[in-house]
C-alpha cells in the first residue's frame, strides 16, 4: 500500500492483479482508446444516476483510462484539466493511478459509495478533492467471466450526494450489464 509521507494516510492500495488485469483488457483489445458504445454507456449511467460525470474506467499498473466518459458539457479531452477552485472542472480520458477511488473499488472487488469524501478521512486527501472538487463517487468494479476485475463504473459529483441504497443498487446493475456486453463483444456478438 502507498503511504503519504507527511500524513501516513492510505492513498492508494497495492495492485497485486495489475498484471493479470493488464493481459486481459489487451486480450479484449480494451482500455487503450475511447469507445463510443462506452460513452453512450456512460451518458447512460450519468442519467441513471443523476449524475454529472460518470466514467467506464480500465485500470493499468500506472494510470487509469477512461474509454467511456460522460462530462456535463460533453468535452472529452487527453488529461485530467481543471485546478483546484475552477468553475467547472473537467476530467479527460486519464487519470494518474493515484487520483480518485477506482482504484480502491478494484482492489476491494466490491463497490464503493462516498456521499461525502470529506467525511472519510481515507479518502479527502485524495488528488481529485483539490484538483477536480470531486466531494461525492459511487462506483463498482467490472468483473468478468474470467474472474478479473477489469477496471470499474463510475459517477462522481461536485457536490456531496445521498446516493442511498437505490444508487448502489444501480451501479451494480449497471457494472453487471455492462460486463454482459464486454462478453458478448468477445463472443463475437454485439
Avoid at 11 to 40: H, I, K, S, Y
Amino acid at each position: 500500500m502507498t503511504y503519504e509521507p507527511t500524513g501516513h494516510l492510505l492513498l492508494t492500495p497495492v495492485d497485486r492483479e495489475a498484471p493479470t488485469r493488464v493481459r486481459r483488457l489487451r486480450q479484449l483489445g480494451m482500455g487503450d482508446r475511447p469507445d463510443p458504445a462506452f460513452d453512450a454507456f456512460a451518458h447512460r449511467l450519468a442519467r441513471a444516476a443523476g449524475a454529472p460525470y460518470s466514467m467506464v474506467n480500465f485500470i493499468d499498473e500506472s494510470r487509469q483510462f477512461f474509454a467511456g466518459l460522460h462530462t456535463p458539457d460533453g468535452v472529452r479531452g487527453g488529461g485530467l484539466m481543471a485546478g483546484a477552485g475552477a468553475a467547472a472542472p473537467g476530467i479527460g480520458r486519464h487519470m494518474a493511478r493515484d487520483h480518485g477511488y477506482c482504484p480502491h473499488v478494484v482492489v476491494r472487488r466490491k463497490a464503493l459509495v462516498l456521499e461525502d469524501v470529506c467525511d472519510y478521512p481515507r479518502f479527502a486527501g485524495n488528488p481529485v478533492v483539490d484538483e477536480i472538487g470531486i466531494r461525492s463517487y459511487l462506483g463498482a468494479p467490472l468483473i468478468d467471466r474470467t474472474n478479473t476485475a477489469l477496471g470499474t463504473v463510475c459517477v462522481v459529483d461536485t457536490e456531496p450526494r445521498a446516493w442511498g441504497r437505490a444508487g448502489l443498487e444501480t451501479i451494480k446493475s449497471l457494472a453487471a450489464e455492462l460486463v454482459e456486453q464486454i462478453h458478448r463483444r468477445e463472443d463475437g456478438g454485439c
